[in-house]
């Protein structure tokens, strides 16, 4: 769609909101006189309100709206900068709603993250009731998806009040997967044809390892929580795993490990010796991760494996002991449907694991859905789903405890995490809510330094590709550096 700008340059703002109410657009920025279907938006200031004008014109029709707030002197340019932001994206959904699409769950909310908003409200002095209202009024959120938003808010402050300036978790990527599946755009690598890149890119591993401990240790950093991802983990062999695991406990201070969790997603990865391994080390958390129970499902995103395989590793898992379970389904997958979807949930909750994952499918560039536009659910079916869903955790005595968005998910909805009682996730709050800093070690690894002082953060990539991170490692080691240097200027001051 053509956009047309007047007073602003919020490209940003604008592109999201666009992204949000027609998915199927691209922004252009067409020079000359404003012709076709576009949108015309204006920002002004005038007196004692900011006020922000969308002009739809789509199908030969006009569709205008407003949207207009105070921008009091006294705030800083960043806050003022976000409310005149607001205003673009509010005109531009309230545009688009007149001229017929449908409200989307979320109501205005683009971000991947709305607990922070309502969060922010919390944590001004306002009780609950007022900053739920507020929350719905200012962004049009449904009732629903607010109560759910509050739910995880309660969770993200409990998590936040816990955590000290030097706690910080750890993430270790290992890019590895038996096979990969349809929706996937991980960087990862199917063994079949990188078996070879395994011993080198462990050794590797071992040498950034030993780089980011020694800036840990010289700053003082604290990991409380441990999360070894991918790929898939357990696609190392149980020797393999060992030396990793132990090559952690030699170089961390593990005082004040809260918890450790492995993603041991694929049950044909999963074995009596890996688990004995991971137990042995203190792991204390497994993710088994079906994604869905029906056999046809499992069988068009690339998985070869069944429901039983999952529920045999799951009592493998079981036998072992000493492992709470957290284990994923998707929403919205191809050849799946409403009934599918209840009666893969109805055999997870029968296997009684301490953690839930719903997600809902994201349309991902890279991945072999999108690229062979596979048929998929409908919004209203992944709707369907998703309520489902909830009501039957909530009776099963799950809570929701972090949620996060991403874009291209369809209907627009989002990722929830439920947990038994006593079986929240500390990793997957901070890192959905940026409450301390995410060291990521391994391929693709995405070091996320989060400033407790509210001042601005910055991430460090390492190389995506298992080959391209083995040729580049001495490199990612000396980048550790940035550690230090980040933390440098507000721990001496703390001190």
């Not at 048929?375 to 809570?399: F, I, K, N, Q, T």
């Amino acid at each position: 769609m053509k956009l047309y700008f007047r007073g602003h340059d919020y490209k940003y703002a604008a592109e999201q909101m666009l992204l949000t109410m027609f998915p199927q657009e691209r922004p252009e920025y067409p020079r000359g006189a404003p012709e076709g279907d576009r949108m015309e938006l204006s920002l002004s200031s005038g007196g004692r309100y900011t006020t922000a004008l969308c002009s739809l014109y789509r199908g030969g029709q006009l569709y205008r709206s407003r949207a207009a707030a105070e921008i009091p002197a006294e705030l800083g340019d960043l806050e003022a900068d976000r409310i005149r932001q607001r205003l673009i994206k509010n005109a531009m959904y309230r545009s688009a709603l007149k001229s017929g699409v449908k409200k989307p769950a979320w109501g205005a909310l683009t971000g991947v993250r709305p607990g922070k908003l309502l969060e922010a409200k919390l944590s001004s002095g306002m009780g609950e009731e007022q900053a739920l209202r507020q929350f719905v009024r200012e962004y049009d959120v449904s009732p629903e998806r607010a109560a759910l938003c509050l739910d995880t808010s309660r969770e993200t402050m409990k998590a936040a009040a816990s955590l000290g300036p030097r706690d910080v978790c750890l993430y270790v990527g290992i890019p590895f997967c038996p096979t990969r599946c349809a929706y996937c755009s991980f960087v990862s690598q199917s063994v079949e044809k990188s078996m070879k890149l395994i011993a080198p890119f462990h050794a590797a591993l071992h040498k950034e390892l030993k780089a980011t401990a020694e800036q840990l240790r010289e700053l003082g950093l604290t990991p409380v929580s441990i999360y070894m991802g991918g790929g898939t983990p357990t696609t190392l062999s149980a020797g393999q795993l060992d030396e990793l695991c132990s090559w952690i406990e030699e170089e961390f201070d593990l005082s004040s490990l809260r918890e450790y969790t492995v993603e041991a997603g694929r049950p044909d990865t999963i074995t009596q010796e890996k688990l004995l391994v991971l137990g042995r080390h203190g792991v204390d958390r497994l993710s088994v991760n079906p994604q869905t129970m029906e056999d046809s499902v499992l069988e068009l995103i690339g998985r070869r494996h069944t429901a039983a395989d999952i529920i045999k590793a799951l009592e493998l898992v079981r036998s072992s002991g000493g492992f709470a379970v957290n284990m994923d389904l998707i929403a919205g997958l191809p050849g799946d449907s409403v009934p599918g979807f209840q009666s893969s949930l109805e055999k997870l909750l029968s296997l009684e694991p301490e953690n839930i994952t719903v997600h809902t499918l994201s349309l991902k560039k890279g991945s072999r859905i999108t690229l062979e536009g596979s048929p998929l659910p409908s919004a209203e079916e992944v709707s369907a789903m998703l309520d489902y869903a909830g009501e039957r955790l909530r009776a099963r005595a799950y809570s929701p405890y972090y949620l996060y968005r991403q874009k291209f998910m369809s209907g627009g909805f989002e990722n929830l995490g439920w947990a038994k009682p006593g079986y929240v996730n500390l990793y997957n709050i901070c890192i959905m809510e940026e409450l301390c800093s995410i060291i990521a070690l391994g391929g693709g690894g995405s070091t996320k330094l989060i400033r407790p002082d509210q001042g601005r953060n910055i991430r460090l990539m390492a190389p995506k590709y298992p080959l391209e991170y083995i040729e580049n490692i001495d490199k990612t080691c000396g980048d550790k550096i940035k550690i230090a240097e980040f933390y440098r200027e507000f721990l001496l001051r703390e001190d």
